[in-house]
């Protein structure tokens, strides 16, 4: 009796625990769940990114042409972008659907794949001490509605869910609320429409955000009310009053800009340096920045560049460290801007100050810094770093802030002036440029962004995307961005440093083997005097 109750017992317990996993799965199926204890949650969905995949209104397919069997570094790319294509699924209510295809000597699905403007990217296979070039495919189409937005090269797994989740934002965004950024132009800022080198991958990131719209100021007009944000990117030569009153009267009505000055020029032909001077200092003074004519310098905390360099009769060229490209670490930590970055090229920095007080309401934050070891002087004119070893003349010590963001409402610059005639040379009738109106002395609450580099523009990309999000007030991807960040560089160590690391390594081991030893010893003889008594 009592053995066959215990098989019952068993029997029970089994069948129990049988429904119990049975259950435990299927309600697992419907739930994702992911334990992430790396530093930003880079192994899991932003909170930005289940929230729009949550939203969506209609299906979306995800048709993603993949070459199966790739070697390192892409042998494992396959399973990732699956990976993370499924637990977007997981939160999209049932709207989203993804299919993987191999096109390799499928000519349908290579026809398919072309016509969402995927192509085969080249590939190096090694093979028994050979290298071969390949065809393969890691691209994917992505459908929704009569809208189509392609990723040709899943690549890069850092930032394979900021790609995929700002190609789903743009499909679901509205046309009508596509906000606009308008650009100034004609005073030597570089033109977006065409872009070069580095500055290319960031304009492309640009446009698929907003719209971009050049303007030339100090023409009739004001800034059109559909403009959202402003950019001033190193004017080379002087803005006239009308330009400084558009801008003004564009902070006014609520309208945020960004704008990044320039007070060294320099000239690789000469190694000389020029001085610069867009005007622009009275107008960010009135909103409580001034932006000083000095030159910021970092012997320690720098950037590399390219100089000529004779060898024989030859001339070519060599990197070194340069003091004049100044590499901020010191960074805002609480900043959205700034998240996940681990620090800011700004070459040919000047530094700036903040008013004291600052327009009542206005509330400011220090982007970053320049590091202790950094120095300031009035103007440098040789750019030959052998210059620069040396502590300069009338050098000031630093840190020295070298951008700021600004919240707040101000009263116009214009308040108690004259509004400026506009330049007849400037075209009457632009994109971005609207009617006069009356002038605006009190604005309304808007952002404002100050540094004084403008080559920090090419620089440091994923800052600009950052800012411009943050311009038009559209931040939901900016976390999502931040995690495709590299991961934080080595500080650098100081020679002491290194002697005691190298000593630490020498003789770590050994005198570890000794006391372990000794110990031991002396635990011997301790048991042998024991033994003896």
């Known amino acids: ?20 996993v049975v259950l435990a799965t299927m309600l697992a199926s419907g739930h994702f769940l992911r334990l992430d204890v790396s ?16 939203k969506l209104e209609r299906p979306l397919v995800v048709r993603v042409y993949f070459t199966p069997g790739l070697e390192a570094p892409y042998n494992n790319h396959q399973q990732m972008v699956q990976d993370k294509l499924d637990e977007l699924v997981a939160y999209s209510r049932g709207k989203m659907q993804v299919s993987f295809y191999d096109p ?73 609320d596509r906000k606009v950024i308008a650009y100034s132009i004609g005073h030597g800022e570089p033109d977006l429409s065409k872009p070069e080198g580095p500055m290319r991958a960031l304009v492309e990131g640009m446009g698929r955000k907003a719209w971009l719209v050049p303007v030339e100021l100090g023409g009739e007009g004001l800034l059109a009310e559909e403009v959202d944000a402003l950019l001033v990117i190193g004017p080379q030569t002087t803005l006239p009053e ?54 910021v310098l970092d012997r320690v905390q720098n950037g590399a560049m390219r100089f000529p360099v004779r060898v024989g009769n030859k001339t070519g060229s060599r990197e070194i460290n340069y003091p004049l490209i100044v590499k901020a670490t010191d960074l805002s930590a609480g900043s959205v801007l700034t998240a996940g970055i681990d620090n800011l090229v700004t070459p040919f920095v000047s530094s700036l100050e903040l008013a004291e007080p600052l327009p009542e309401g206005v509330r400011v934050e220090v982007l970053a810094r320049s590091s202790p070891s950094s120095g300031s002087v009035g103007a440098v004119a040789s750019l030959d770093p052998s210059v620069l070893t040396g502590v300069l003349d009338g050098e000031k010590r630093g840190p020295f802030v070298l951008a700021v963001t600004l919240n707040g409402a101000w009263r116009s ?24 109106a009356p002038l605006v002395s009190e604005g309304a609450s808007t952002r404002l962004f100050v540094a004084a580099s403008a080559d920090m523009v090419a620089n440091n990309s994923t800052f600009v995307l950052n800012l411009c999000d943050w311009l038009i007030q559209d931040e939901a991807l900016i976390g999502i961005r931040s995690k495709n960040a590299t991961l934080p560089s080595l500080r650098a160590t100081t020679p002491g440093e290194r002697v005691g690391w190298k000593a630490f390594n020498l003789l770590a081991g050994p005198v570890l083997l000794l006391v372990v030893g ?16």
């Not at 932003?46 to 929230?51: G, H, L, R, T």
């Not at 000794?518 to 008594?533: C, V």
Request: aromatic letters at 6%; hydrophobic letters at 40%.
């Open 413 to 436: 610059f214009y308040e108690t002036r004259p509004a400026p005639p506009p330049d007849e040379d400037v075209p009457s009738e632009q994109d971005g440029m609207g009617d006069d």
């Open 242 to 295: 009308r330009a400084l009153y558009q801008i003004d009267q564009f902070v006014m009505r609520g309208g945020a800009a960004a704008v990044f000055l320039t007070h060294t020029r320099p000239d690789m032909r000469t190694l000389r340096t020029e001085r610069v001077n867009s005007g622009l200092e009275p107008l960010l003074g009135s909103f409580g920045v001034k932006a000083n004519r000095d030159v």
């Open 1 to 20: 009796m009592t053995a066959r109750r215990l098989l019952g017992n068993a029997t029970l317990q089994m069948w129990l625990t049988v429904v119990i």
């Open 104 to 176: 390799t000597d499928d000519s349908e699905r290579v026809a398919e794949a072309n016509k969402f403007g995927l192509a085969p990217l080249q590939y190096t296979v090694r093979q028994n001490d050979r290298a071969e070039l390949r065809s393969v495919w890691m691209g994917a189409a992505l459908l929704y509605g009569d809208r189509v937005e392609t990723l040709p090269a899943l690549t890069n797994l850092a930032s394979l869910e900021y790609e995929l989740v700002s190609a789903i934002h743009r499909m679901t965004q509205k046309v009508e």
């Open 518 to 533: 000794a110990t031991r010893q002396l635990a011997l003889r301790r048991r042998a005097t024991r033994g003896a008594s």
């Open 39 to 54: 530093r930003d949650r880079l192994h899991s969905l932003d909170e930005a990114s289940k929230q729009l995949i949550g």
